[in-house]
């Protein structure tokens, strides 16, 4: 079991050999030559070297539309994928535009691409957010599909829900990097749970 979540010395990051705690993944030398080798696999390495780029230019000055924009340029793409979730549609058309303005050729499909009523995959009246009416599913599945029939260079998902977005993810065969991780509560902030752990939202989470 790895605890660098919990580890409070960080050899790796200074890579201070000597200092490893246990549970340190960094004992397994063997491992480490193996990863190296596999940076160095067809289109790997200068994935990772741009993204270390936009990494660097952008730091603490560029937001994630503006990383993701220049990733795309660095990267020499040309046609964007946006999978985006109906109720951030306002979003996806604002990102859309943007990579239109850059010279980019965007795609972009909706969650409830194909209009499935939810019964048709097992889901019941009950699991409806409103039943006794017609809800459409969301269908990550169908927006990896479409994105990868029109063989996207890259893709970018806005607002999909838990779950969806590692439909997608799984399916997609283009690379693909989040520009917005839903939250419904904390304005598409997450992270504002985390920040208020120890304090006002000192909540159960299950
Ligand atoms: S890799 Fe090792 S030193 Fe770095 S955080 Fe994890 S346990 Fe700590």
Not at 19 to 34: G, L, S, T, W
Request: charged share 25%.
């Amino acid at each position: 079991m790895f605890t660098c979540a919990e580890c409070r010395i960080l050899a790796c990051e200074k890579n201070d050999q000597s200092k490893k705690p246990a549970n340190c993944p960094m004992y397994d030398v063997e491992f480490y030559r193996q990863v190296k080798n596999k940076y160095q696999e067809d289109g790997v390495l200068t994935f990772f070297q741009e993204s270390a780029r936009v990494e660097k230019e952008g730091y603490g000055k560029w937001p994630r539309a503006k990383e993701i924009v220049q990733f795309c340029c660095k990267m020499d793409y040309q046609k964007i994928g946006v999978a985006f979730c109906g109720g951030l549609k306002k979003e996806a058309e604002t990102f859309v535009k943007i990579l239109k303005e850059n010279g980019f050729t965007a795609t972009s499909v909706v969650c409830k691409n194909g209009g499935i009523p939810k019964e048709e995959f097992g889901l019941m009246n009950s699991d409806k957010i409103a039943p006794d009416s017609l809800e459409t599913m969301c269908n990550p599945m169908g927006q990896a599909l479409l994105l990868n029939r029109e063989k996207t260079d890259f893709n970018v998902v806005i607002g999909l829900c838990v779950g969806h977005d590692s439909l997608f993810f799984k399916y997609s065969q283009a690379p693909a990097t989040v520009l917005i991780a839903k939250d419904r509560v904390l304005a598409h902030n997450p992270a504002g749970a985390l920040y208020c752990y120890e304090s006002y939202y000192k909540t159960t989470f299950k």
